[in-house]
């Protein structure tokens, strides 16, 4: 009797479903799986950079608390005798070191371990950026997600963070001279510089203290605050839905694509195995960041090709690239390291301000308040495109100056020379990858009204019984031409104007001006996309295009060939 | 009449014969032959085949020998006025062009000599390493003229560059007070100012390393054997030595820190990963 109405009132009856039952009971899970199962992706390969990015820092975590197990964050002095290299026995070092090397050699996969460690976080770095670019260049900051945006933004500073203070916990001389630079940079700043790096150091350099606290910052604080702004980003990612990519049906309004179960919990899954993998790969066959080879940190030694991991690399590379003479001043007394202040503090510091306060500046000149779920194709913005180029184009210049000796080693030439041509491509270069990129954009964006309205060349010529010869163009058919045309071709803010009707000076009108500038200078140049009688237009004049070959008419299939094949 | 058949067991060939392997072969590439990257991989062919016959044709360097006579002094001096006295002047006593050789003793001679920079093939920021010029006798000649004209640094015994007697932890000590920082930690090589630049020493013979620490050769400063003494040399010696089995941890990506190490990450780990995502993504449409 009760079994029957078990069956009929449907409660499972495997063992799985059994268990699912019990769990929903409890707590209602049904419903989140429900809403999550069938929440819609859009599919394409830019959208999982974000993913491998997040598969990064799982990788970071799993392996960091492995590598916790082992690693001692003290300063104090020990001799070292263990099973290390040759060069290291007897050598007076710092416990963090020591253990550094105990972990390495005498705890089973320890190195394979502390070596996974190190690629994942370059490789984090990485992802983070690509995936940002991926963002910028499709315009997916745009409203609603310029909060999304600002909690990326962090988590690259974030990033950033967590890959430096964990860079310099084994306390060896490279991660030691990457500190020292750390020091520098903290005293330059004016007035409270001296007073913040004896904070930071508790004391004069190096003191004692630096590396338990890093240790503390490394496992704990930041991996804490990433965890949660990945969570936000997550959550916001779930509320905004994902944006897609402009093409046939895709609107605004809806979402093109896959559930999530079962398609994309197999394209996750499968991409963090194979993320994983990769990792596992690099960690078990390319060495990286030998301390033993460095040996312990004094503060007397610098080793030749002392560079921070790539993601600093652009901080180096403005150190690197800022004349020492005469930028030292001494006012009353007091010394103003403009020589450090401005590649470490300023330049970096512009950099970040352009990532955080972009989306605001780019909808304030777009004076577009509608919501984007249709992501832009980068050549119908060019001016945010050529922004973007020109931003990596100076971060890329940098990190290069940041390795000038290593390209003077490695291609024969000057070190000096080197660095002076950093130094003027540093201020010309950006501006002219904004030209040239925008340049193209432009182009493209012709080619497509070209291509948009008199279709495709087909290299069939068409001989008339006059004498005309015509080439016979395929229209585009309605998938390729809605990716065309449907994309917005913003105009240059139009403001009040200066006065009001009864002659009254208008307040913000000044500024309402300098805005309307800066939105001339994104929107002055644009190609319009092709309207729907600009189309019919075209079809109507060339209409003799679909003439079909007739008897009269010869037909050459090659451009070259002009013989008349009809007898 | 047909002619005779000249095999016995030659088959007529069958009308229809299955295609050959050449055939396919012959029909892929024509297919293939407007492929948008054909322009490409042919450019590479061709630069690999000129690369290639070029590396087997080019001319190889002469080599010289000579008899020794049995006065090394008279012979080296002999082999100085041929070799170096256009730079060096007739008496070793220096020119605008070169230094005077008077003091450099026998140690400077032989690593100069027996490494190849010297004689001096072009003007450049500093001398090559190039293959060498002399034979082992004319430039122990050349040494035991140089050092006949006034007392400086000897070549060292082989006793006094075995890497075995070494200590190679307190070699890594000095090195990284004294060297690293043009040598590069491991003695991967480092830039200097101008052209200029520190080798790297995974090569350099153990002889040699302590001539040029005895004797500062171009831009490296004189190590003598007050500031490193001679049992220190065997030490950095060891070290060096100890490095040229790599180190832990797979492949060494050129012992460069993290700027090889950053271009890795990306060329090895995003390059896979994003391959990947291209997979994954193009599986579905």
């Known amino acids: ?567 | 009449m047909t002619p005779p058949r000249v095999g016995a067991d030659a088959d007529p060939e069958p009308l229809h014969h299955p295609p050959r392997d050449e055939d396919i072969f012959v029909k892929a590439l024509a297919a293939r032959r407007h492929h948008r990257a054909a322009p490409v991989v042919l450019m590479l062919l061709a630069l690999l085949l000129t690369g290639g016959v070029y590396a087997v044709l080019a001319p190889s360097s002469a080599t010289a020998d000579t008899a020794s006579t049995a006065n090394d002094v008279e012979e080296g001096e002999r082999l100085f006025q041929a070799n170096c006295a256009t730079c060096h002047g007739p008496d070793a006593e220096g020119t605008s062009e070169a230094p005077s050789l008077v003091g450099v003793g026998a140690a400077a001679v032989d690593f100069q000599v027996s490494t190849g920079r010297m004689p001096m093939q072009a003007n450049g920021p500093q001398a090559l390493q190039k293959p060498r010029q002399m034979d082992e006798e004319q430039t122990a000649q050349l040494a035991a003229y140089v050092a006949s004209l006034g007392p400086g640094p000897e070549i060292p015994t082989d006793e006094m560059v075995d890497a075995e007697a070494g200590d190679a932890s307190n070699g890594a000590l000095i090195f990284r007070t004294n060297c690293a920082m043009c040598h590069n930690a491991v003695g991967a090589g480092g830039a200097l100012s101008e052209g200029k630049f520190a080798p790297a020493l995974y090569d350099v013979s153990e002889r040699n390393i302590y001539q040029a620490m005895a004797t500062g050769p171009q831009s490296m400063p004189v190590f003598n054997d007050a500031t490193i003494t001679p049992d220190e040399k065997r030490d950095v010696i060891a070290y060096l030595v100890e490095q040229r089995d790599g180190s832990a941890g797979g492949l060494s990506l050129g012992s460069l820190g993290p700027v090889s190490e950053g271009l890795w990450a990306w060329v090895v780990g995003l390059g896979l990963m994003i391959g990947a995502a291209v997979w994954i993504g193009a599986k579905s449409s």
């Open chain 1, 1 to 567: 009797m009760s079994t029957e109405t078990a069956s009929n009132t449907g409660a499972p009856t495997t063992p799985v479903g059994k268990a699912a039952d019990y769990l929903d009971q409890r707590t209602s899970i049904g419903v989140a799986v429900k809403e999550f199962a069938r929440k819609v992706f859009p599919d394409h390969w830019s959208f999982m950079l974000g993913e491998m990015a997040l598969f990064s820092f799982v990788v970071l975590l799993l392996s960091g608390v492995f590598l916790t197990m082992f690693f001692d964050p003290s300063m104090a002095l020990v001799e070292y005798h263990g099973a290390g290299p040759e060069t290291m026995q007897g050598q007076l070092m710092s416990t963090a070191f020591a253990s550094t090397l105990d972990l390495s050699f005498d705890v089973r996969g320890g190195l394979l371990m502390r070596q996974i460690h190190h690629w994942a976080a370059l490789v984090f770095m990485a992802s983070i950026v690509v995936h940002m670019m991926r963002v910028f260049f499709t315009g997916a900051f745009r409203k609603p997600r310029e909060i999304n945006w600002l909690v990326g933004t962090v988590l690259l500073i974030l990033g950033l963070l967590a890959g430096f203070s964990g860079y310099s916990l084994p306390d060896d001389v490279l991660s030691g001279n990457g500190l020292r630079i750390t020091d520098g940079v903290i005293k330059s700043i004016p007035v409270i510089g001296s007073y913040m790096s004896y904070m930071v150091f508790g004391g004069e350099f190096p003191g004692e203290h630096i590396i338990p606290r890093l240790f503390t910052i490394h496992i704990l604080l930041v991996p804490a605050l990433i965890l949660a702004l990945i969570g936000l980003h997550l959550f916001l990612m779930v509320l905004h839905k994902h944006t897609q990519y402009p093409g046939g049906g895709r609107t605004d309004k809806n979402v093109v694509g896959y559930p999530l179960f079962p398609v994309y919990v197999a394209k996750m899954g499968g991409n963090f195995f194979i993320v994983f993998g990769i990792l596992a790969l690099m960690g078990a066959t390319m060495s990286i960041n030998n301390v033993w080879n460095y040996g312990p940190y004094d503060p007397s030694p610098v080793g030749a090709g002392a560079q921070p991991d790539w993601y600093m690399l652009f901080l180096e590379g403005s150190l690197r690239l800022m004349p020492g003479a005469g930028t030292e001043w001494v006012i009353f007394g007091y010394t103003l390291s403009l020589n450090v202040l401005i590649p470490a503090v300023v330049i970096p510091g512009l950099l970040f301000t352009f990532l955080f306060a972009y989306p605001f500046i780019e909808a304030k000149v777009t004076g577009d308040k509608r919501e984007h779920h249709v992501l832009d194709r980068p050549r119908n913005v060019p001016v945010r495109t050529g922004l973007g180029v020109a931003f990596l184009t100076a971060f890329i210049i940098l990190a290069l100056a940041g390795s000038n000796d290593l390209i003077a080693t490695h291609f024969a030439m000057s070190l000096n020379q080197i660095t002076w041509a950093f130094r003027i491509l540093f201020f010309v270069g950006p501006v002219f990858a904004f030209w040239v990129t925008k340049r193209i954009c432009l182009s493209l964006q012709r080619k497509d009204r070209e291509l948009v309205l008199h279709g495709h060349e087909t290299g069939r010529i068409v001989r008339f019984a006059n004498g005309e010869y015509i080439e016979v163009h395929r229209p585009l058919d309605e998938q390729e031409r809605w990716l065309r045309v449907n994309y917005d071709a913003h105009r240059p803010l139009e403001i009040e104007p200066a006065t009001d009707a009864r002659g009254v000076k208008r307040r913000g009108y000044k500024s309402d001006k300098r805005w309307q500038k800066l939105s001339r200078f994104f929107y002055e140049d644009r190609v319009e996309p092709v309207t729907p009688a600009e189309l019919a237009a075209a079809h109507s004049h060339g209409e003799h295009d679909e003439i079909a070959p007739a008897a009269h008419t010869s037909e050459v299939t090659s451009g070259t060939d002009t013989v008349d094949r009809e007898r």
